[in-house]
């Protein structure tokens, strides 16, 4: 399971630039299912350079994957990938059920980078905390 992010003003298809987003649908995604988790919404911004109203929007996109936006400027990618989250930007206003197919089709089949890693670090993740729990279990190596 990842979960993907989508800047969206109507929760039906990727229409915003992620520095001036109103809003982005959150949806846990698996081979076989997309559930809408999340939504926020936050207000209008003016597109002005202000740095400070990408904090709050990288913080709540915290634990995705991904974020599909329109657009995107260099220091948001810059703040994203530090937090571990993938933008990707589409050329049209693109319809997120398609893209949640899309999704849901490359975590079976492979072949997109960033799907690729998203799983091979939960699957990791999931490693590591099993030996943890052996190791509070008394189990040694």
Not at 1 to 19: E, L, W
Not at 52 to 68: H, N, P, R, S
Not at 97 to 107: N, V, W
Request: with cysteine.
């Amino acid at each position: 399971m990842i979960k993907v992010a989508f800047a969206s003003t109507d929760r039906s298809r990727v229409n915003q630039h992620f520095g001036a987003a109103e809003g982005f649908a959150v949806y846990e995604i698996t081979p076989d299912n997309a559930t809408l988790v999340g939504v926020a919404e936050f207000a209008e911004e003016a597109m002005d350079g202000n740095e400070d109203k990408l904090g709050a929007k990288v913080d709540f996109l915290e634990g995705c994957a991904a974020v599909y936006v329109m657009a995107i400027g260099a220091s948001a990618i810059k703040k994203l990938l530090a937090k571990g989250v993938q933008p990707i930007r589409v050329d049209e206003v693109d319809a997120i059920d398609d893209l949640l197919l899309e999704i849901s089709r490359a975590m079976t089949e492979g072949g997109v980078a960033w799907i690729d890693r998203a799983l091979a670090a939960q699957a990791k993740a999931k490693s590591e905390d099993r030996f943890a729990s052996m190791e509070e279990e008394g189990w040694e190596g």
